[in-house]
């Protein structure tokens, strides 16, 4: 796909990807269905702005992906599911998702076929890295077909690792309820490229990512295969703008694609 020029643009062939979404998903504008029917193909468009992430190639932010009310309908849905009794605090679904998780995957394509690409300096003029994912997991089918719901308290969160192989590329988090910080740390560190990544004492470098609600974050290369990402919610450790985020419950909505098992 061709990338937005300096100031950002609309990028792709978006016929492509308008046969694409319906391919895959039918027309939304039809649909009956759902709790975040009523998003008419496009209606987005205007808002969904994409950053690349410094430093870390692969790796995308979309921080306004959801209007508040479209993610006060999706926290519905997830609560509607019941999932998160008791001290339960995630959820996993393969194959089938719910219609809700299609739809928002539905979105998610097209989100990234529509949305504005703020392209930065560090990035090179290669047309795959002015998309927020390569055209190949675009177009595959289902572009996702597992899903995790998971519910963090405050002070809790997940442990720096890198998705397990068994998912392809290509993996999607949107964020609900409350903000917080994601940190990318080099997975395998290779010498030559960590150089530049390390800070004076050899430490390799944390890489910060805000998540606010109603954000999509998507990894794919060398963010899904070489970077690790954690969220440290100690004391101490939430720190954005030189201040420590107030933490509340955090809900999020992790997207991937199985590999075909071996037969
Ligand atoms: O909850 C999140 O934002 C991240 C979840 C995650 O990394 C995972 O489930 O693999
Ligand atoms: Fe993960």
Redo the contacts with the bound molecule.
């Keep these: 796909m061709a990338g937005g020029g300096g100031g950002g643009g609309d990028y792709g062939d978006d016929s492509i990807c308008r046969a694409a979404l319906r391919e895959a998903f039918g027309d939304s504008s039809d649909s009956d269905s759902d709790e975040l029917a009523g998003v008419s193909p496009g209606a987005g468009h205007w808002r969904w702005n994409w950053e690349a992430v410094a430093g870390i190639r692969g790796l995308w932010l979309c921080a306004t992906f959801l209007t508040a009310d479209e993610q006060a309908r999706l926290h519905a849905a997830i609560q509607r599911e019941g999932w998160f009794m008791d001290a339960n605090n995630q959820a996993m679904r393969f194959g089938d998702l719910p219609s809700w998780a299609v739809e928002l995957s539905a979105l998610i394509l097209e989100a990234i076929c529509v949305g504005h690409v703020d392209v930065n300096a560090e990035m090179t003029n290669e047309d795959e890295d002015a998309c927020p994912l390569p055209s190949d997991l675009l177009w595959r089918e289902p572009i996702f077909d597992q899903m ?1 719901a ?1 519910r963090y308290n405050p002070g809790e969160g ?1 442990c720096a ?1 890198v ?1 397990l192989m068994r998912f392809d590329d290509g993996i999607a ?1 949107v ?1 609900l309820e409350s903000a917080c910080v ?1 940190h990318f740390s080099q997975a395998e560190p290779t010498g030559t490229t960590l150089d530049t990544l390390k800070l004076g004492d050899g430490e390799p470098t944390k890489v910060p990512v805000y ?1 606010n609600p109603g954000s999509l974050v998507v990894m794919s290369g060398d963010a899904r295969y070489l970077w690790k ?1 954690e ?1 440290n919610r100690k004391p101490g450790a939430q720190l954005w703008d030189g201040r420590e985020l107030e933490q509340n419950r955090r809900t ?1 909505v ?1 997207l991937r694609k199985l590999l075909a098992s071996p037969s």
């Design positions: 995790i998971n997940i690792h998705d988090i964020s994601m998540l990402h969220i999020s992790t």
